[in-house]
Antibody
């Protein structure tokens, strides 16, 4: 059973860069897109972006200038960096696997990590 | 961005009831529509993918429907564990977007 575990600092200062890691266990990283989704306190879900095993990535245009994602298949890890942090970046950050269905024509996020809470504050 | 509008935002129902949550897309998204359930302090869990398909292990009382750009999630015979927040998600366009959520509470 594939499991995802996010890790990173719980508290970061404004203007700094957040670095989070998602560790994948119990299965292969091959042929999957790995996503980051965040949820501010008491609010809904926001897609940050995804990265493929090849390293190619797509980001939410609203965050594109500040986001970078990478994958290390040898360590079975996915990384997220988010720069120039403000209080608006305070959220629970989730890692999620995108699974493809029906000959790769449709997709959904079938496995999620438990999330890691990040607070941006001085 | 494709806007996903869920209704209602809040729903109160009793055990055994049947409820329907609607999600309207701002443009055609074919069947690129998924439904998730989220309980407090937990990660979202996939219920329905591709508008209609039931994810493995999800009870059959959850059903998905579609009519053009309107999508529905119906829960038949509410169980105690169904009281949660539900989100729709479109994966047709970038950025991927979610509905604002529907909170289902016990009456």
């Amino acid at each position: 059973q594939v499991q995802l575990q996010e890790s990173g600092p719980g508290l970061v200062k404004p203007s700094e860069t957040l670095s989070l890691t998602c560790s994948v266990s119990g299965g292969s990283m091959r042929n999957y897109y790995w996503n980051w989704v965040r949820q501010p306190p008491g609010k809904g879900l926001e897609w940050i972006g995804y990265v493929y095993q090849s390293g190619s990535a797509k980001y939410n245009p609203s965050l594109k200038s500040r986001v970078s994602m990478s994958v290390d298949t040898s360590k079975k890890q996915v990384s997220l960096e988010l720069s120039s942090l403000t209080a608006a970046d305070t959220a629970v950050y989730y890692c999620a696997r995108r699974r493809e269905y029906f000959d790769s024509t449709l997709d959904a996020y079938d496995i999620w990590g438990r999330g890691t809470r990040v607070t941006v504050s001085s | 961005d494709i806007l996903m509008t869920q209704s209602p935002s809040y729903l109160s129902a009793s055990l055994g009831d049947t409820v329907t949550i609607t999600c309207r897309a701002s443009q055609s998204i074919a069947k690129y529509l998924n439904w998730y359930q989220q309980k407090p302090g937990k990660a979202p869990q996939l219920l329905i993918y591709a508008a209609f398909a039931l994810e493995s292990g999800v009870p059959s009382r959850f059903t998905g429907g579609e009519s053009g750009t309107d999508f529905t999630l119906t829960i038949s015979g509410l169980q105690p564990e169904d009281f949660a927040t539900y989100y729709c998600q479109q994966t047709y366009g970038i950025p991927v977007t979610f509905g604002q959520g529907t909170r289902l509470d016990i009456k």
